[in-house]
């Protein structure tokens, strides 16, 4: 199976700061990488699909990029309210398997 | 509105075995995949099983083959997933979700919890 790594497991960054996560998968899953951000004690919400396609609804400052196995998340101007766990997501074939998620907190 | 209501959690001794259901509304169920996706507390999101549209093809974690068994009743729109054999690691809140084909949609429900424990 496909394993999914991330990085940094864990960062903190002050407000207005430019943030990246990468995703890497272990084979080529094309562009079929979803990102998600999940808010303490809240369902998981869909940020990103396609790799970089936003989901509607979704602030613009969040932006995704990669194709292949090497995948990025970038929030350009980090808000108080960004504050989350952030997963990737590989949905080409079961398993679809999550990242191990990354947690973002304000300095 | 789209709903995806699960139902069915509760506490069990190991060993123990509980269904859960997964009630869609606002949309049709039988036109997509569906899955079910799990998180222990203070854990990450991990995938527990999937099923197609038809229900002909179903799909599982490694590690929970043979214990857990989704299926799905397209004329009640709901999903299931029969759990047995339960273990304290499957504590945990059990979403049922539609997590692939995004271009028409995303949902997830609020979870339901299962506590397995004596």
């Known amino acids: 199976d496909i394993q999914m790594t991330q990085s940094p497991s864990s960062l903190s960054a002050s407000v207005g700061d430019r943030v990246t996560i990468t995703c890497r998968a272990s084979q080529v899953i094309s562009n079929y990488l979803a990102w998600y951000q999940q808010k303490a004690g809240k369902v998981p919400k869909l940020l990103i699909y396609?790799?970089?396609t936003l989901q509607s609804g979704v602030p613009s400052r969040f932006s995704g990029s990669g194709s292949g196995t090497d995948f990025t998340l970038t929030i350009s101007s980090l808000q108080p309210e960004d504050v989350a766990t952030y997963y990737c997501?590989?949905?080409?074939?079961?398993?679809?398997?999550f990242g191990p998620g990354t947690k973002v907190d304000i300095k | 509105e789209v709903q995806l209501v699960e139902s069915g959690g509760g506490f069990v001794q190991p060993g123990g075995s509980l269904r859960l259901s997964c009630a869609a509304s606002g949309f049709s169920i039988s036109n997509y995949v569906m899955n079910w996706v799990r998180q222990a507390p203070g854990k990450g999101l991990e995938w527990v099983s999937g099923i197609s549209a038809s229900g002909s093809s179903t799909y599982y974690a490694d590690s929970l083959k043979g214990r857990f068994f989704i299926s799905r009743d397209n004329s009640k729109n709901t999903l299931y997933l029969q759990m047995n054999s339960l273990r304290a690691e499957d504590t945990a809140l059990y979403y049922c979700?539609?997590?692939?084909?995004?271009?028409?949609?995303?949902?997830w429900g609020q979870g339901t919890l299962v506590t397995v424990s004596s």
């Open positions: 997501q590989k949905y080409n074939s079961a398993p679809l398997t």
């Open positions: 979700a539609k997590i692939t084909s995004y271009s028409s949609g995303c949902y």
């Open positions: 396609g790799a970089s």
